[in-house]
């Protein structure tokens, strides 16, 4: 039985990764900043007790931070998740919330895991579209992305800024290029994979104590029935127009791990088309079904002003096809979340 470690354990992906890892015959340790996020995922999940154990690292970037748990596991695969967010208010800085903990968090993983994990097979990464862009709608119209492609923003001039968007865009393509160096130089026995996936959607299934504790991207899908708006916004206004269900990132990162094809490389992954309108428009489809008639009357009317969306040209072909992804559909993927959405509505009684 595969023994494999998830960091980051308690969030939106990682929840997911989880799923599937057990679903698959892994038994998983989660690293966790504190025992009681670990704690509040077994709770939601009982049914994960005999396969989920927890480990917790409350300094990612810090050198030598997996020593210990490496010393005192056998890790046949590691998913590394965790990264720092950027729907916390709290990060503002460049170096200090986004950079340093980014880079030195994937370095001192790396390092431990050359070190002290030596029947180690297979480095599988949650990266982000963020490293090849910034989603600037001139961006979207112009550019083809493709696994070879990064955006072209420095250190120095997300240091500069210091906007929170830009400084996270900046820290997933150094944190990036800090893995590959390391593979370059250090050749590490084990294979190493980053996924770049744009937005995220799929329903949570981590520990969600409040409406107000969602992740960013279904936070952003729940503003199309919360009442936000009243009009469907310009998908630009907060949307990357390209996304993947949760569900199958995590099947590609559990597929991934066991894929020769995957050793050593980035991929774009899912690609399927997002704009606003299509999700208020799949939803109303839902609504008029009755598969989801609690969202009759509730969603922004269609003035037209999101007909005009060029979309993303992102070419995930090749790891849809190397890692033979059936990806879902937009009913399934938004239907879903809606659902679980409804769900919490009615645990607040609202």
Not at 9 to 20: C, K
Not at 81 to 100: Q, S, W
Not at 318 to 325: D, T
Request: with cysteine.
């Amino acid at each position: 039985m595969p023994h494999t470690l998830v960091t980051g354990a308690n969030s939106f992906v990682a929840a997911h990764v989880i799923n599937e890892l057990i679903a698959n015959g892994h038994t998983v340790t989660g690293s966790v900043r504190r025992l009681s996020a670990g704690e509040a995922l077994l709770e939601a999940h009982p049914e994960w007790k005999e396969k989920l154990d927890f480990v917790v690292i409350e300094d990612y970037a810090k050198p030598g931070a997996f020593d210990e748990v490496f010393q005192k596991n056998q890790f046949d695969y590691i998913v590394h998740v965790a990264a720092p967010l950027l729907d916390n208010p709290e990060n503002t800085d460049y170096d200090i919330h986004f950079l340093k903990p980014s880079v030195d968090g994937n370095i001192s993983l790396l390092k431990s895991a050359v070190a002290y994990a030596p029947e180690l097979k297979s480095f599988v990464v949650t990266g982000s579209i963020n490293a090849m862009t910034t989603g600037s709608p001139d961006e979207n119209a112009s550019t083809e992305y493709t696994n070879d492609t990064w955006h072209k923003i420095t250190p120095e001039q997300a240091r500069e800024m210091q906007n929170p968007y830009i400084s996270y865009c900046s820290s997933k393509k150094e944190a990036e290029l800090a893995i590959w160096e390391f593979v370059k130089t250090e050749k590490p026995k084990f294979a190493t994979t980053v996924f770049l996936p744009a937005l995220i959607f799929g329903p949570p299934l981590q520990s969600l104590k409040s409406l107000k504790n969602l992740n960013f991207s279904t936070n952003a899908f729940y503003s199309f029935f919360n009442g936000t708006y009243e009009e469907i916004p310009n998908t630009h206004a907060g949307l990357f127009p390209s996304y993947i269900d949760v569900r199958d990132l995590a099947t590609a990162h559990v597929r991934a791990l066991t894929n020769p094809g995957a050793a050593n490389k980035r991929f774009l992954i899912g690609g399927q088309a997002l704009s606003a309108s299509g999700i208020v428009k799949t939803l109303e489809a839902l609504a008029d079904k009755g598969e989801l008639p609690e969202l009759k009357g509730r969603l922004p009317k269609d003035t037209g002003k999101d007909n005009d969306i060029t979309p993303a040209r992102i070419r995930a072909e090749e790891a849809n096809e190397l890692l033979e992804m059936k990806l879902r559909t937009a009913e399934e993927t938004f239907g879903d979340v809606a659902k679980k959405l409804l769900e919490l509505e009615k645990k607040e009684g609202k």
